[in-house]
């Protein structure tokens, strides 16, 4: 969308010069172009699911925890500030060398180790690993340890699930090296996938930390619901980082995610559970445990800008819903072909009086079934 259509569209929400420019570096281009051929190739599974797989098997032999140390290097050192600065942890998570040559490496404490469980989901863009720590303290070491070097960073309680990306397992690079799985080139940076492992990290509290009593559900309804939200929540954010290899901790993606996982559940999108899980079931207050806290930015939005960025996430959510609603099923690749879609399209536009209409119009219905 151009530059001058993003500030037209923006003064529809009334902000001032100041809240326009605050919005308009907030909010981000589409992941795609519209007339994009959408790519089914990236429905298959990518290379680190054989190497998970082998994981698996191991691991219900000795154990998921001891198997996933022996190949996951972080999770040799324990949380505790600056230790991804020592030469110990870079040597160990930068160059491969084996953990147990340094005294540092005393592993990763956990609660219930025996507790965590590991399985590979079915996403729009293939399978991938989850990990799953029915633990909250455990969860929250675990996202430390694999998202921030092993550093002590706060994890909201509203967290309840993290899409890890770009994770350099030194398993795979050893293979490689010996052959087992050889390079398509020399360009080792062009061939990420064939090292570099994505997973799910899942945690079993309610979904964005609404309550069953919130929700009208009883309360084992809720967990069962939640983890399948969380699947395809995180499910779609893999989607974006596999077909446009990029992902961002910004509403518009928070959206797009929401809008899987809600499906998920439901037969149809519910912009009312979209508002509720970020915050805005209250609109114009913001709930304080809003999910919506999360991802206004660095330095975070004003009042005033946040204002506005409620609005437009309201008209988006009731655009999104109506869409939503007026497509049947398009058998396995339908919900890869529905994000697809949303992701052709800018935040405001999905946002737009239009905005059903302009995804219906841009939807790429499989060409057996394209009228």
């Not at 309360?219 to 980082?241: C, K, N, T, V």
């Amino acid at each position: 969308m151009h530059v001058t259509n993003i500030r037209k569209q923006l003064r529809a929400y009334g902000p001032t010069e100041e809240v326009l420019r605050e919005l308009q570096a907030y909010i981000l281009p589409p992941f795609g172009t519209i007339g994009q051929v959408f790519n089914y190739a990236l429905l298959e599974d990518v290379e680190l699911v054989r190497t998970w797989q082998g994981y698996l098997a191991e691991a219900e032999v000795a154990g998921i925890f001891p198997t996933l140390q022996r190949y996951i290097a972080p999770l040799c050192f324990p949380i505790r500030a600056g230790i991804s600065q020592t030469d110990a942890y870079r040597r160990v998570t930068l160059n491969g060398h084996v953990p147990e040559a340094f005294a540092e490496a005393t592993g990763l404490p956990l609660a219930r180790p025996d507790g965590l469980q590991l399985f590979l989901y079915p996403s729009p863009a293939g399978r991938l690993p989850v990990l799953v720590a029915p633990e909250r303290a455990d969860f929250v070491s675990l996202v430390q340890a694999l998202c921030y070097r092993n550093e002590p960073h706060p994890i909201p309680a509203s967290m309840g699930a993290v899409f890890v990306k770009g994770l350099n397992n030194w398993d795979r690079i050893r293979r490689l090296s010996q052959g087992l799985y050889p390079l398509n080139s020399a360009d080792w940076v062009a061939q990420r996938e064939q090292y570099q492992d994505s997973l799910i990290i899942l945690s079993e509290i309610p979904y964005s930390n609404v309550s069953a009593r919130d929700m009208g559900l009883p309360e084992a309804d809720w967990l069962r619901q939640s983890r399948q939200i969380r699947l395809a929540h995180e499910g779609a954010h893999y989607f974006a980082w596999r077909h446009f290899g990029r992902m961002h901790a910004n509403m518009y993606d928070e959206l797009i995610a929401d809008y899987a996982g809600i499906r998920a559940v439901q037969a149809h999108f519910r912009a009312d559970w979209f508002l509720r899980f970020i915050g805005l079931q209250h609109h114009p207050a913001l709930q304080k445990e809003g999910r919506l806290h999360n991802y206004l930015g660095q330095p975070p939005l004003s009042q005033a800008a946040r204002q506005g960025l409620q609005h437009i996430l309201i008209d988006a959510a009731r655009q999104l819903e109506a869409f939503d609603r007026q497509l049947v099923s398009f058998g396995e690749a339908d919900m890869a072909l529905r994000l697809w879609t949303i992701c052709q399209h800018h935040l405001l536009d999905i946002a737009a009086p239009d905005g059903c209409q302009r995804l219906l119009h841009t939807f790429p219905y499989p060409q057996a079934l394209s009228l």
